[in-house]
Every structure is written in C-alpha cells, then in structure tokens.
C-alpha cells in the first residue's frame, strides 16, 4: 500500500508560478510510473505529466509543455511539477498518482492504470 500527499498548492496570478510535491509512503517510489492528474470544475480528470520509475521517459500534455516540468527522487520518496507561466486555464485540483510497474521506460496516460492516489491539492490562477 502507497499512501500520496501532495503539497504546494496555492493561489497566483496569471504568470506565476508554482511548484507541487508528492510525497510517498509505505513502499519506494522507484518500482512505479508517477503521474500528475488534474480535475478542473466541470471537467474530467486528465493527465497533466508522468515521469517512467527511472524518470527517462516523462509525458506531458500538449498544453503544458514548456512551461510544465516533472522529476522525481527515488531515494526521497517524492516527485514534483514545477508550473511556470501559469494561466486561468490550469486552475484545478491536482492529483499524485502511482502505478506499479514491471518495465523501467513506461509511462500511462490513462487514470484507469493507476494504483494509488492522492488527496488532491487546489490550485486557482487569477487573471
């Protein structure tokens, strides 16, 4: 069992930036695929960035890239999104997930996949 805790979440202006961390317990991270998810009002749970268990492979959602970076540390247990030029438009809920995985290079778009999550941390971008 994997418990999630996310932290970092807040409130800034149109481009700002913030950074959201993920911290895991009960089992190390390096034998998961990690992936940020975020739910906006109205909207469905969509991946925003996943890091494979070795962080070679990272995914990010076309809206995101260049402005969105993912790692983690598989000695600390934890992962990050670090958002630059944030917008109206990413204000959600966003969510740390885990999912087991056998293969060192993969990574998921699909929620379905994943494991473990976590409670979920707000973030608002003000215009």
């Known amino acids: 069992q994997v418990q999630l805790v996310e932290s970092g979440g807040g409130s800034v202006q149109a481009g700002g930036s913030l950074r959201l961390s993920c911290a895991a317990s009960g089992h190390t991270l390096s034998s998961y695929v990690m992936g940020w998810f975020r739910k906006a009002p109205g909207k469905e749970r969509r991946l925003v960035a996943a890091v494979s268990r070795s962080g070679g492979t990272t995914y990010f959602t076309n809206s995101v890239k260049g402005r969105f970076t993912i790692s983690r540390d598989n000695f600390e247990n934890t992962m990050s999104l670090q958002m630059n030029s944030l917008n109206p438009e990413d204000t959600a809920v966003y969510y740390c997930?885990?999912?087991?995985?056998?293969?060192?290079?993969?990574?998921?778009?699909?929620?379905?996949?994943?494991?473990?999550w976590g409670q979920g941390t707000q973030v608002t971008v003000s215009s």
């Open positions: 997930a885990a999912l087991e995985s056998s293969y060192t290079y993969y990574v998921s778009r699909r929620a379905s996949e994943y494991d473990y």
